[in-house]
């Protein structure tokens, strides 16, 4: 369904555009499963505020905890499917 709803909204696109980019995006899956995290921008610090004096401090990223870097999506299954495949890792 989503291949039609987006070929009706964007008639320039193509389903070869569109099988193109997904393969494109597999490729950078592969290669980099983590993305920088949008929190803290890779940083791995927040600068935050005690709630009540207001004294500035730094604490680690609660999104990342403190590693710089999340989990692209679809990165892990996508993983897990490789492991599968050559059966280093049992499912």
Not at 5 to 24: E, F, G, K, M, Y
């Amino acid at each position: 369904m989503l291949p039609t709803v987006l070929a009706a909204s964007h008639a320039h696109l193509r389903p070869a555009d569109l099988a193109l980019a997904a393969i494109i995006y597999a490729l950078v899956a592969i290669t980099r499963p983590t993305r920088e995290c949008g929190r803290c921008h890779g940083d791995r610090i927040q600068f935050t505020r005690h709630w009540l004096t207001g004294k500035a401090r730094t604490r680690p990223c609660r999104r990342c905890s403190g590693t710089g870097r999340v989990p692209r999506f679809g990165g892990r299954t996508i993983h897990r499917l490789i492991w599968s495949i050559r059966q280093e890792r049992k499912p």
